[in-house]
């Protein structure tokens, strides 16, 4: 019996705050066709599940809350329960796609079994099919992330020979092993004092929990931030969703950042500042200065030196340029504020986070939304996460693998969610909407890419 | 501004109680191609919306809970956000269409919106589409059920023209009118002090608030009921659902009926019965005499007598005879059960309930589970209903009806229910079982065909 981290159970506590909230992070991956059949897919899927026990574990809570929940054997485990077939009605595009991914993505996962879904999808455009992991992050943060990788996809068109399976379900946990777990909360006390001195801090009770991680450092200086100003990309939200993306060529990207002695991260994050404000003008908002502060987790990789295999990755808090018009200007903008985090060591923490490197493509997501929901939501507008992801083709059952789209759930107040992943030569913007108040998430993802061809059209740097 | 009855809080506080109920009543009417665009089918509901205030009313709860939730505008509304168009995966066959409606049903409905939502269905087999209609049983109290009839079907292949629509939110009830129901509570005070008298029942509170219903009689009666002896068919319940379905000819019901000279619904039990019998049995369990009651609606109309329009509906609580092993002996059981609580009005209740003829399909269906949920799950099984419908073709945008599927939420401890209907010369099976201990829906769903179609091959009657 394997008890949760308090990073794990917070997220469980996170959805009990808040009953609208589903805190699953998921991918859809689109493969060429044609499909398996869905028989295949099972078949393939259960050849793998040995590879991630996890995955045939769910939550046992201790007697009276007085230990963390524990990851115990399903011994009604159902393989079918959580591998499902579904369909895309025509045409099959992005409206559809999107319109699945937020109905699956939006609600909540059954607590009382494995917190993994893969809804395999027919339908798609021309003749395609999709795979829609999802996944709660309470399970992320056990599993990595590679979950993906482990089970479905494969580097070559021949998929790799199923393992062996002697899974036999472990029978319960005796009585007097959950009473061991009980000092479990106990251990958290003390720091439970210290939350008095950090300020007016939204949810004390979680951030306690959850301060023993890497990141505690970025919680000590959070009084000292600006709150964001008050715009439409911040307040009550309900229980739906909307999905929509983007995708832009890496190539560009590249172009962009020699040109501009910049990064790629500089040059995606100039990209979604560039939607972020065609989406508040289209709303009839001013672009504020402190209308939106992005939780990035970036790589500290130099300029150039990104062929080197590093996997540090730091968080910074920087205020995304919305106010800023130029294109041009917008990016040397993001660069400026980037370089003096970078410098000033402040307020970035989390340095010494080191994410599984190419294959992990969710570790970072889920450690941008871990974050985004221990900050008192004044102080972040939008989790924006840059994932570096396989540049080689994928295969799921001998069919290649075209898209890659990733979805970061939103809760407490913050109303628009970005994730970015790379897979190949695409850089896939995902964003997370609430249904009733981000109506237009199209203006953004469109305005990300218009920001984009704004700064390749331009030939001067300055 | 219009409260709430206590019939339909009753149906809130049901699931606050549970968490893992979902208390939507539904139906998929299969629908022959080809199927119009989803944007068609939108603006054919458009079009009628304002024949269902309802549909654009939502809850709102009263100020500390002191005065029943009431019905006022949702100034939000979105057409979109309930009429959803989605797709089946191959072959888009009753394997297909069970898997959606356990999924849609089996989901909460959002309580910050009307509560009902339309999921427009393509990929059904033979070019077909359907129609899910999903509504939750607080909603179906003042709506009659006729929704659909209302909204979406016509008796004809040319539909008929758009209502006029000046609809303008009403704004939100002033303070004052709040205060003035929170005298609602108060009034069914007196009740809650005979509750004592009725002995050991399950949900006291919940059966106090409604018991101002029409069916009151059938409480009074109740701790003298045999509660139902423990098979699989009762206890604990997941939050999963499964659904499975059989068709019967009524033609074929109808030659029963003559031949042994009992009613359609004698008939129609009898079946049910032998599908229990063969549940039970292919379990290992023995078919005990009371291992299961059903909740009957039954019309009162003497046999004979079916074509004089009358719709008195009575509720009964017969076992089902599944301990007998011969088909025409079971028949017969059902026969004397039904004709002994017709004749005794005792355990009848409820005589006095009228319901909207012909064209109201969900009616005597919501009455039925409305009861179920008020009995004390030690009495009740399976909600069994028998709801006669229409026996002309209905068409939607044209296109001829050719099935319709009646769904059961069940919850509490009752494992599987059972819902009939009938459409033209198709009498209907619907089976909603939970996930997990009802994984062999389908031998049910066999096992009422073969009863019934064991009773047609017996040439000689009793």
Redesign the interface.
């Known amino acids: 019996m394997e008890r949760l981290t308090p990073l794990a159970t917070a997220f469980l506590d996170a959805e009990d705050v808040d009953p609208r909230a589903s805190l699953a992070i998921g991918s859809m991956a689109v493969f060429e066709g044609p499909a398996p059949s869905?028989d295949e897919f099972v078949d393939h899927i259960a050849g793998r599940l040995p590879l991630i026990p996890r995955y045939r574990q769910k939550l046992a809570t201790a007697p009276l809350g007085l230990a963390a929940p524990a990851w115990v054997d399903d011994p009604?485990f159902?393989l079918r329960?959580h591998v499902?077939?579904?369909?895309?009605?025509?045409p099959g595009g992005p409206d559809?796609i999107g319109?699945?991914m937020s109905?699956v993505m939006s609600?909540r996962m059954?607590r009382?079994r494995p917190l993994w879904e893969y809804w395999?999808?027919?339908?798609l455009a021309d003749g395609r099919w999709g795979l829609l992991s999802k996944l709660h992050h309470s399970v992320a943060d056990g599993v990595s992330g590679t979950d993906l990788y482990q089970l479905v996809l494969d580097p070559t068109p021949t998929p790799r020979p199923p393992v062996a399976d002697d899974w036999a379900p472990a029978g319960p946990p005796s009585t007097s092993s959950a009473a061991a777990g009980a000092a479990w909360r106990l251990t958290t006390a003390p720091l439970t004092i210290a939350r008095a001195a950090l300020g007016s801090l939204a949810h004390p009770r979680r951030l306690a929990r959850t301060s023993r991680d890497t990141a505690r450092g970025l919680l000590t200086m959070l009084p000292a931030l600006r709150p964001v100003d008050r715009t439409s990309l911040m307040g009550p939200l309900?229980?739906?969703r909307r999905y929509a993306w983007t995708d832009v060529s890496l190539d560009d990207v590249r172009t962009v950042r020699q040109r501009h002695g910049v990064t790629v991260n500089d040059v995606a994050l100039a990209a979604v500042s560039g939607g972020f404000r065609q989406l508040l003008m289209s709303r009839g908002e001013e672009p504020v200065a402190h209308a939106l502060r992005s939780l990035v987790p970036v790589s500290t990789r130099a300029p150039g030196a990104e062929s080197i295999v590093d996997n540090r990755v730091s968080l910074m808090l920087p205020w995304l340029p919305v106010e800023v018009a130029d294109p041009v200007e917008r990016l040397l903008a993001v660069r400026d504020r980037i370089r003096e985090l970078r410098a000033g060591h402040e307020p970035e923490a989390g340095g010494s986070m080191t994410a599984a490197a190419g294959l992990a493509p969710f570790a970072p997501v889920s450690w941008g939304i871990r974050l985004g929901l221990r900050l008192p939501q004044r102080h972040v507008a939008t989790v924006t996460t840059n994932v570096p992801g396989p540049r080689t083709t994928l295969y799921a059952l001998g069919r290649e693998a075209v898209a890659m789209l990733p979805y970061v759930p939103i809760a407490d107040r913050v109303r628009i969610g970005v994730a970015m992943f790379s897979y190949r030569d695409t850089l896939t913007f995902g964003i997370t909407g609430d249904?009733?108040t981000a109506p237009d998430l199209q203006v953004l993802a469109d305005g990300i890419s218009t920001s984009l061809a704004e700064l390749l059209s331009t030939r001067t740097g300055a």
């Open positions: 869905f009604g159902d329960w499902r077939n579904t369909a895309l009605p025509a559809e319109r699945l109905r609600r059954d009382d395999f999808c027919e339908g309900e229980g739906s249904y009733d």
